[in-house]
């Protein structure tokens, strides 16, 4: 803080504002495809995108009908490592579900 002077010789306190940057989010999408399951696509939502089962099933209603379904916004290395985590979970399936990741 810096003090200044006004005319009547008071002395004030100003306060220099430093603007804080958010970091970028992501949006994690599950992608449809003809052979996962349903049962999966709703353990993948629940496991690693922790939904509710309610939600996990709305979800994937969505990727099946849409092709695609929203599973949540993240900063960039949670991103990262979700898209990781349900590939790595798919492979070991033998599942060939896709995840993608776009700015928000």
């Known amino acids: 803080m810096a003090d200044s002077e006004s005319s009547s010789g008071i002395a004030t306190a100003e306060r220099s504002r430093t603007k804080v940057e958010l970091p ?3 949006k994690v999408y599950l992608l449809n495809d003809d052979y996962t ?3 999966f ?3 993948i939502l629940e496991g690693v995108f922790k939904k509710s089962p309610a939600e996990a099933v709305q979800v994937m209603l969505t990727v099946h009908k849409s092709g ?3 599973c949540g916004i993240f900063a960039k290395q949670i991103a990262e490592a979700k898209v990781h985590t349900v590939h790595e979970r798919a492979r070991s399936a033998d599942y060939p579900l896709r995840c993608r990741m776009e700015e928000d």
């Open 41 to 43: 696509v709703v353990s």
């Open 37 to 39: 399951t349903m049962d």
């Open 24 to 26: 970028k989010q992501f």
């Open 68 to 70: 695609q379904g929203l």
